[in-house]
């Protein structure tokens, strides 16, 4: 019987908002956001982002839907799609941990103190809190796929890359890919970004 093939996806975003451009502005890299996923239509991910569309403050554990979500407000954001070979053991860690995020979504936070001190290269664990590739490098290490030689909390989105087995599936603009996927190709009217006044709450 041939052996079942496990896969996991990640997902390299720059949408061009305010946040993202400061993030790559800081970087000097192409991508400023990771995501992770299971779903081979590519449509759902996970990972720690902007909990509302209009809203870049109020952060945490996220769901992200490619087709229908928050991306289909950024017409020119762009995305890397790569693919890693896993174990079934390794692939059902990986979606336990996913689970257990979901189940306890209001306990987590977005770690955008530990973001700002990874810049500098200082590793700052909160409880609850975690920022995008800290989120994905801690669900990578706890599933045995991967443990970098530094803290989680000192990993950027593009490190991945560097990762054995990973694979480029496509990528481009965001837009682009979801007219081929999905025949997705509407304009969403445009939000405007909460006030800063808001950002504070990021930090109780």
Not at 57 to 65: M, Q, S, T
Not at 95 to 118: D, P, S, T, V
Not at 146 to 158: N, V, Y
Not at 173 to 181: G, I, K, P, T
Request: aromatic share 16%; hydrophobic share 35%.
């Amino acid at each position: 019987m041939k052996n079942e093939t496990y896969r996991a996806y990640i997902l390299l975003t720059y949408t061009g908002s305010m946040l993202s451009s400061i993030i790559r502005k800081a970087s000097d890299l192409p991508y400023s956001h990771i995501s992770i996923g299971f779903d081979d239509s590519h449509q759902t991910f996970y990972s720690f982002g902007r909990k509302y569309h209009s809203n870049p403050f109020f952060a945490g554990f996220v769901e992200e839907d490619v087709k229908d979500g928050v991306y289909q407000r950024f017409q020119q954001a762009q995305f890397a799609l790569y693919e890693i070979e896993v174990t079934k053991k390794q692939y059902y860690a990986m979606k336990r941990q996913i689970r257990h995020f979901e189940r306890n979504k209001k306990l987590y936070r977005y770690n955008l103190l530990g973001m700002a001190f990874a810049k500098v290269g200082v590793s700052l664990t909160r409880n609850n809190a975690y920022f995008c590739s800290q989120f994905v490098s801690t669900v990578f290490r706890r599933s045995g796929i991967h443990s970098f030689d530094r803290s989680d909390g000192l990993i950027h989105p593009m490190d991945f890359l560097e990762i054995d087995g990973m694979k480029l599936v496509g990528q481009g603009r965001l837009s682009d890919f979801r007219l081929e996927q999905w025949g997705v190709n509407r304009q969403q009217r445009r939000f405007r970004e909460i006030p800063v006044s808001l950002f504070h709450r990021v930090f109780n």
